[in-house]
Structures are given as C-alpha cells and as structure tokens.
C-alpha cells in the first residue's frame, strides 16, 4: 500500500508528446535543481502556477520496521526537475522557495528525446535502476522483447546485460534488465 497516492510526473499530460518542443523560439527547457527532498512540493507549486514541467518518477518498495510491504513514489533523478517555459516562468520556478538555482539547457531538442525516453521507460513498469557518473560504453538499439525502439548503452552488472538511457545534459541515467540478444550496435 502506498504512503502517499502516486502524484502526476508530468504537466500537461501532452508535454512530451509535442513534437514541436525545442522549436518554440519563447520557451525552453531549463533543469532546475531543487532543495533536498523538495522535487514533489516544488512541481505542486509550479502546477498552481501553470508552468510546465517534468519530474520522472519511480516506484520503491521497502518494508516498514513492524514488516509491512509499503511502496512510495520517488523522484528517478533526485533534486532535479525539468522545466519548460519562458524567462518569466523560470523567475517564477526560482521563486517558489524550493529551488536552488536553474541550469539552462543548449540542447534542448537532444533533452527533449532524452526525457521522452526516460518517460516511455517509466510507462513500461519495469524496475529501473538509477545510474550516476556514466562510464561510456557501446551504443545499442533494442530490436525486440518489451523494449523494442529503446536507444541507449548497454553494460553489465553481476552478470546481467543493462540497457542503460542516459540523460546527456545530467550525465545520469536509469538501466533496466534485458537479453543481450535483443539488441544491436547503432
């Protein structure tokens, strides 16, 4: 049982599906880096305000100390939110007291795919696996199995094969299992 109901990641629903992000010469996107353990409160604040905004989520199940099974959803990239608007809404962001300072993004088309990666990733319900300081490794393209259009690199740990997306800009990621023969070279 949840602690809290599972929270909206994204604002609009339809802001990663457009294919025109990146084109809109008023707005941009812009990661905002949030106070420890203020991701939540902070895209609560900016839905109050109607700026858009993207704050990948996942699923941690633990158990409580009396050994009850909980789940609680948790930020994929912790004190990290994406936020797309113009100059005036990035002011607005940095004022809501839970922001730290924002990092404007050069690339944005490129952060764009990215982060639709992340959110197809996290709409499949596989475990994901947060992955920080990226070593690179062998560009792959998943060709079949659940994951099936998926780009990103592959690597192992304890003997399984990962497919690892990356978000460039943060130079973090997230990984979930998959068969090596699912996958080939770009």
Sequence with gaps: MPILAHEPDVYPDSLLDQAE???????????????????????RRLLRLDI????????????????????SFVPLFPGYAFVYGDAEQRLKALETGCSVHSLPVSDGVQLTRDLQQIWRLTQTGAPLTTEAQLEPGRAVRVNSGPFRGFEGRVFKRHSAARLLVIVNYLQQGVSVELEEYDVEAV
């Design 52 to 71: 858009w905004w993207y704050l990948p989520q996942i699923t941690r199940k633990f158990r409580s100390p009396n050994g009850r099974q909980r789940e």
């Design 21 to 43: 992000i990146g084109l809109d010469a008023d707005r941009e996107w812009w990661v905002i880096h949030t106070k420890p353990r203020q991701e939540k409160e902070f895209v």
